[in-house]
Nanobody, 120 residues
Framework: QVQVVESGGGLVQPGGSLRLSCVAS????????GGWYRHAPGKQRELVAV???????NYADSVKGRFTISRNIAKNLLYLQMNSLKPEETAVYYC??????????????WGQGTQVTVSS
């Protein structure tokens, strides 16, 4: 059973930075991509950033130039570096990790989320 756990959330002042991490366990196969999403109260869940199996990245327009998604395949980790955070980015941030199995299939797994609060 694959488990995905996010960490790194917390309280940060406007303009501050946080780095979120997401680790997948319970599998001998590797994360080969995935994405970060966020869900703010009263809003729909939205895509923040994705990284593909070949390392291509894509970002929501609102975070371009401030957020960076990366991965460590050897350690089954995904990261989201968030700089210049804004109060409206307060949300629960979720990781969706894509695991590529030896038979070539890919499955996505969600973590439980980590709270990010941007406030002075």
């Amino acid at each position: 059973q694959v488990q995905v756990v996010e960490s790194g959330g917390g309280l940060v002042q406007p303009g501050g930075s946080l780095r979120l991490s997401c680790v997948a366990s319970g599998t001998s196969d590797s994360i080969n991509g995935g994405g970060w999403y966020r869900h703010a109260p009263g809003k729909q869940r939205e895509l923040v950033a994705v990284i593909t199996s070949v390392g291509r990245t894509n970002y929501a327009d609102s975070v371009k130039g401030r957020f960076t998604i990366s991965r460590n395949i050897a350690k089954n980790l995904l990261y989201l570096q968030m700089n210049s955070l804004k109060p409206e980015e307060t949300a629960v941030y979720y990781c969706n990790a894509k695991v590529r199995y030896s038979d070539g299939t890919v499955s996505g797994y969600w973590g439980q989320g980590t709270q990010v609060t941007v406030s002075s």
